[in-house]
């Protein structure tokens, strides 16, 4: 594996319960159906909710860009059967990790009574590259035939 670059973020989880008070849209706004789905499960308690949002961050400093013009859905962080949080890219975050060559991107959570925490690990993708590589080569190789002909 080579890695791509880290990320970590830690958040009051008081600033994220004070948030979903104010804001009724709040979590509407950052999470996917997929994501609320889980957190509902979870009874939208502010410690899993800032946990979520915290991975998000944690995520877009691994990719070296923070939020820029990336929206936070985007950046899904969804869970396999036994409970381990995973990360999916779509839109204009996925774009950009396809076009600087990153792979999967690693993520873990914890929470304690006031802070919640997340640290990602983004791969490069050997694969995504070496695509890159090969349809460079065709396109290479179509104009030296069309020059000869
Ligand atoms: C990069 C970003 C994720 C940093 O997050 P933050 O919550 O503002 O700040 P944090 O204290 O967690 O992190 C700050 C550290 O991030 C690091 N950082 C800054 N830009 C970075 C980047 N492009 N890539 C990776 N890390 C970066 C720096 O080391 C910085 O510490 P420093 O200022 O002492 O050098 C942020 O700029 C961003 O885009 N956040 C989302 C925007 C937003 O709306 N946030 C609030 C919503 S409620």
Known sequence: MIIYGIGTDIIEIDRIKKAMERYPGFVDRLFTA????????????PQHVAGG?????????????????FKWKEIEI???????????????????AD????????????HSRNYATAT????????????????????ANEMRGRSIN
Do not use: Q
């Open 78 to 96: 969804i869970r396999d059967v036994k409970g381990k949080p995973f990360v999916r890219l779509n839109g204009k975050v996925k774009d950009y």
């Open 99 to 110: 076009g600087n060559y990153i792979g999967d991107i690693h993520i873990t959570i914890s």
């Open 53 to 69: 949002f915290s991975a998000k961050e944690a995520v877009l400093k691994s990719i070296g860009t923070g939020l820029r013009n």
């Open 34 to 45: 997929d994501e609320l789905a889980y957190l509902e499960g979870k009874a939208l308690s």
């Open 120 to 139: 990602a690990v983004a791969e490069i993708s050997i694969e995504k590259r070496w695509m890159d590589i090969e349809s460079m080569l065709v396109g």
